[in-house]
């Protein structure tokens, strides 16, 4: 079973309107979220992380945990072009090793100006 | 200017010939990681080390080695490099103490192995 999931896209939307990235994973003993940003050809940049379920604002970004769905979401409003990138959720997993960090494989998102 | 920084950014070499990946960070963090990322595959863990002296594997750290003698530099050593090493590599870290997933990562080095 694959340890976080996204959908790869494209995930095409119009500029001004708000994109909806989903990821889910499969350790309900998951504690903290991450979501990353990656221009093609760049590193990724961490851009919102959520501890606990319910909504997390910052700016125009909003996260969404739910937990018992084991799936946390990433809203950005009001997309821009400079919004296109690839947006990788990753998720403190529980491993025998001390450190958990997994990635999915990200989604790539396009702002159609 | 906090930073991570790796060299070389872009590499081409053939198979069997040893290299050397460098990556050095002037935040004073603890925490230090080596990760692949290849199409279709995302970001994969090779090694990380929690402090000095101190590394473990990752999910994929087959063909590599790394070694953690200082606290700001953590190479990765290819010592026989085959094809399927072409990827993309990046270099990551973190204080310790902090959020697991709060890293900061170097640009990138391409490594293309024919």
């Known amino acids: 079973q694959k340890e976080v999931e996204q959908n790869s896209g494209p995930l095409s939307v119009p500029e001004g309107a708000i994109a909806s990235l989903n990821c889910t994973y499969s350790?309900?003993?998951?504690?903290?979220f991450f979501w990353y940003r990656q221009y093609s050809g760049k590193s990724p940049e961490l851009i919102m992380f959520?501890?606990?379920?319910g909504d997390k604002e910052d700016g125009r970004f909003t996260a969404q945990l739910n937990k018992a769905s084991q799936y946390v979401s990433l809203l950005i409003r009001d997309s821009q072009p400079s919004d296109s990138a690839t947006y990788l959720c990753a998720v403190n997993i529980r491993r025998g090793g001390a450190d958990g960090l997994t990635f999915g494989k990200g989604t790539h998102l396009i702002i159609q100006p | 200017e906090a930073q991570v920084t790796q060299n070389p950014r872009y590499l081409i070499t053939v198979t069997g010939k040893k290299l050397t990946v460098t990556c050095s960070q002037n935040m004073n963090h603890e925490y230090m990681s080596w990760y692949r990322q290849d199409p279709g595959l995302g970001l994969r863990q090779i090694y990380y080390?929690?402090?000095?002296?101190?590394?473990d594997k990752g999910d994929v750290p087959e063909g590599y080695k790394v070694s953690r003698k200082e606290k700001r530099n953590f190479p990765l050593i290819l010592e026989s490099p085959s094809p399927n090493q072409t990827s993309l590599y990046f270099c990551?870290?973190?204080?310790?103490?902090?959020?697991?997933?709060?890293?900061?990562f170097g640009e990138g080095s391409r490594l293309t192995v024919l």
């Open positions: 990551a870290s973190r204080k310790v103490a902090g959020r697991v997933g709060e890293l900061f």
């Open positions: 350790d309900r003993g998951s504690q903290s």
């Open positions: 080390s929690m402090n000095v002296e101190v590394t």
């Open positions: 959520i501890y606990s379920n």
